[in-house]
């Protein structure tokens, strides 16, 4: 018996292998996969029920091994083995690195040895230009970061924590009383009754700074209700401005670590997102950062403070000394 996260990348590298082996021995077959005969045959059998939206007869992976032999009589499309883009690999790498840091994973080896796997295969084959690493805020969480979180909400303490904004774009103080964790759309979350807002927040656990667990316990007032998050943790504040930007390939992180409204695929690997922000000297800061690799659409006032901001800084530069 083998393990899902074994199993999953040989049932996608079997029919590729066996089109290019017609009439293979299943002994053979087994050996080269490194599993027996037994296990090689009930992965077939899987494979015979897969294949393509519609899933008729006609739609299904077709395979002959009733003898000692195998052949491949249909593919479904499966004639290459997989190969992931830059990004879904980034994306793979992401929810993989969360599952390991979520409490209550019993197998954490398999996600680990998983995970290596993946990062020598992306390490060996990125394009130049992309990072598949996390950089700055979206790289590991701080030591200890994890473990004092989840300890506070198992024990219903208190916790005094320094906190990352984005929106703002600012740190602050914060004394929270834990509600529970969550990993939504692979990043965790800790919900707690925030006494400086005097309401319900959600806190990244990747923008946590430090944190401290107090001796005192964790009481959310009577209103602190959970958070529904069935149909996703963002919901559009109606006083929010939308901008519409088209992003540079080194630059489509903006849409993994901001929420978008919309991620509309463009050429040569460029994409077009809708954005929602609050603070518009915010959001002048977060593009002139990007450089050259984005492209405001609209709204027109926010394309003009960026213009504005952008030639006040070159201008400032020609004044600079030349070193």
């Not at 009930?42 to 299904?60: A, F, H, I, N």
């Not at 990004?87 to 840091?101: G, M």
């Not at 009383?177 to 990993?183: E, F, G, H, Q, V």
Request: one cysteine or more; a negative charge.
């Amino acid at each position: 018996m083998t393990g899902a996260t074994e199993r999953l990348p040989r049932l996608l590298a079997l029919v590729p292998y066996l089109l290019s082996r017609p009439g293979i021995p299943i002994a053979d077959a087994a050996a080269d996969f490194g599993v027996s005969a037994h296990q090689l045959r009930k992965d077939l059998e899987l494979l015979w029920m897969c294949g393509l939206p519609g899933y008729g007869p006609g739609d299904l992976i077709d395979l002959s091994f009733e003898s000692d032999s195998i052949t491949v009589t249909y593919d479904a499309g499966m004639r290459r083995p997989l190969r992931l883009t830059a990004s879904e690999a980034t994306a793979l790498l992401v929810a993989l690195r969360a599952l390991a840091d979520t409490p209550g994973i019993t197998d954490t080896d398999a996600v680990q040895r998983t995970l290596a796997k993946v990062e020598n295969a992306v390490g060996q084959a990125r394009p130049a230009g992309v990072v598949v690493g996390l950089e700055g805020r979206e790289a590991a969480l701080r030591p200890g970061v994890r473990s004092a979180v989840q300890d506070a909400t198992t024990r219903r303490r208190a916790l005094r924590m320094r906190y990352y904004t984005a929106s703002r774009d600012e740190i602050s103080e914060r004394t929270v009383d834990p509600m529970r964790l969550l990993l939504i759309d692979g990043r965790s979350y800790l919900e707690a009754w925030c006494r400086n807002a005097s309401g319900v927040r959600m806190f990244r656990l990747d923008r946590i700074d430090d944190v401290d667990v107090l001796a005192e316990s964790a009481q959310p007032p009577s209103e602190a209700e959970p958070t529904d998050v069935s149909e996703g943790l963002f919901r559009p504040a109606p006083d929010q401005s939308v901008a519409e930007l088209e992003l540079a390939p080194d630059a489509r992180w903006v849409a993994e670590y901001y929420p978008v409204d919309e991620l509309v695929e463009l050429p040569q690997g460029r994409a077009r997102v809708r954005m929602r922000y609050s603070d518009r000297s915010w959001m002048t800061r977060l593009l002139l950062g990007l450089g050259g690799q984005v492209r405001v659409l609209s709204p027109s006032e926010l394309a003009c403070d960026v213009r504005q901001r952008a030639e006040g800084a070159l201008a400032r530069a020609r004044h600079l000394p030349s070193t």
